[in-house]
């Protein structure tokens, strides 16, 4: 990608008032806290154990947000008993697809 053309843009501060704020943004933050986690944790970012920490919180109330969270930081641990965890909890939330991705995360970490 030419950086000249396509400056690299960080995504949104977890914490920003100007993002997350307002009633109607806010009511994404659990999900924007689980995929920030999820991102940092797969593309090895230096921040992943930052940001798994500062998005358990955000994601607390939200159950499947909070199972993609532990799901980052198991992978971030390598934790195959963690992961199993979460696959059931998926199952248990009925959310096959997210079952089925941690089954293929898991896969990978062999």
Do not use: K
Not at 19 to 33: K, M, Q
Request: net charge neutral; with cysteine.
């Amino acid at each position: 990608m030419d950086s000249a053309r396509h400056p690299r843009r960080d995504l949104a501060d977890l914490d920003d008032p100007q993002v997350w704020g307002f009633w109607n943004t806010g009511l994404w933050r659990p999900w924007y806290a689980a995929l920030w986690a999820e991102a940092a944790v797969l593309g090895n970012h230096p921040d992943a154990a930052s940001r798994l920490e500062r998005s358990r919180h955000a994601a607390r109330d939200n159950p499947i947000a909070t199972a993609i969270v532990e799901r980052a930081a198991a992978v971030a641990a390598g934790d195959h008993d963690a992961l199993e965890r979460c696959a059931s909890t998926f199952a248990r939330l009925s959310c096959p697809y997210q079952q089925a991705r941690t089954g293929t995360i898991t896969a990978g970490l062999r």
